[in-house]
């Protein structure tokens, strides 16, 4: 196991993870540097233990891991759906390629993330699912078609957006979690923007409008309601309305449509 590639993904994902170890920081940033010597056997008990005291805060355990498995298998999907089509020959232009190779670098981060803060919370990360990214032949061309493929990494990436908020209420309990979550949430919103922006879309959602993706994705996504007010009668469309809020899915929501690219 490579240590010091661990802590630096996780810090790509938690820029402040230091600072959640206070005065464990210099030994997590020594270990970071001289990792590459540290036996290892003893990584998983280091590493766990230092992140054990960042982000177990609570006795509500069990709820944050079911979340945070929740959230890890749709990373472990849109994880295998980046590097499947960087695999692809002749898939991605040559003058794109760049973007999703740091998208999937990301995602990558995510899922190791994700993996060892649930392990920190003395829980088990779920499996890592088979997936069929046709959809039992509904998008048979995925890893051929290069605009198959931006429909479906538009649909994952705003999936993830809406899913991410859609928890955040569940995570308020253990704030450095919560935190963490926020920082993949929004960065998600930055890959389906740049998706978006591929696809000639805006890089917003606007009203339930799926850009030929997903239609269930989109659900919701027309209100025009919030904080307890139309905001129609304070004089906005409902279509500026849906671009200026986006709004949350819930895990009943995402699961049926994450199932359809599950094949166990």
Do not use: C
Request: aromatic fraction near 10%; charge should be neutral; hydrophobic fraction near 40%.
């Amino acid at each position: 196991m490579n240590l010091f590639k661990i802590i630096k993904d996780i810090e790509k994902v938690d820029a402040e993870v230091y600072d959640r170890l206070d005065s464990r920081r210099g030994m997590f940033k020594s270990v970071g540097k001289w990792g590459g010597r540290i036996a290892a056997a003893s990584v998983p008990f280091m590493l766990g233990g230092m992140l054990k005291k960042a982000y177990g805060q609570t006795s509500n355990n069990n709820a944050i891991i079911e979340v945070l498995n929740y959230a890890l298998t749709l990373e472990y999907l849109e994880n295998e759906f980046y590097a499947m089509g960087l695999d692809a020959s002749g898939l991605i232009p040559a003058d794109r390629k760049a973007i999703f190779q740091q998208i999937g670098e990301h995602e990558a981060a995510h899922v190791t993330f994700l993996k060892t803060a649930i392990q920190s919370l003395q829980g088990t990360p779920a499996p890592k699912p088979t997936f069929d990214f046709t959809a039992n032949g509904t998008y048979s061309d995925v890893f051929s078609n290069y605009q198959t493929f931006l429909a479906l990494s538009q649909a994952f990436e705003d999936t993830g957006v809406r899913a991410y908020k859609g928890q955040a209420g569940n995570l308020i309990s253990n704030n450095d979690v919560l935190t963490a979550a926020l920082q993949i949430h929004s960065v998600e919103a930055r890959h389906a923007a740049m998706v978006r922006k591929l696809r000639a879309q805006k890089g917003w959602i606007n009203g339930k409008d799926s850009g030929g993706t997903v239609d269930a994705i989109y659900t919701g996504e027309d209100n025009t309601t919030q904080g307890g007010v139309n905001l129609t009668t304070l004089g906005y469309s409902a279509a500026a309305i849906s671009q200026a809020f986006d709004e949350p899915l819930t895990k009943e929501q995402v699961l049926p449509v994450a199932s359809t690219f599950i094949k166990s």
